[in-house]
């Protein structure tokens, strides 16, 4: 049997928030799947988590970095 579109879509409708937002992260990532730049990222995720582990970059509140942006890009 073959399911169409719109019943894949009534049936993922019925879903609890949590599932649904669960099969769009699944959906999307299936698109975006180039093992190449994952790689990247996960490369990058790396690199940065080590700079805050070790002291060499500091965090900020997202207050503050939300103020400092709008305040430059006004």
């Given at each position: 049997m073959t399911t169409t579109v719109e019943e894949l879509e009534a049936e993922a409708?019925?879903?609890s928030a949590a599932l649904r937002a669960r099969l769009v992260e699944k959906?999307?990532?299936s698109l975006d799947s180039?093992?190449?730049i994952e790689n990247a990222?996960?490369?990058e995720v790396e690199r940065r988590?080590?700079?805050i582990e070790s002291g060499?970059?500091?965090l900020l509140p997202?207050?503050?970095t939300l103020?400092?942006?709008r305040a430059e890009f006004q």
């Open positions: 409708l019925n879903l959906l999307i990532a180039e093992p190449d990222w996960a490369v988590h080590a700079e060499a970059v500091s997202g207050t503050e103020m400092r942006l």
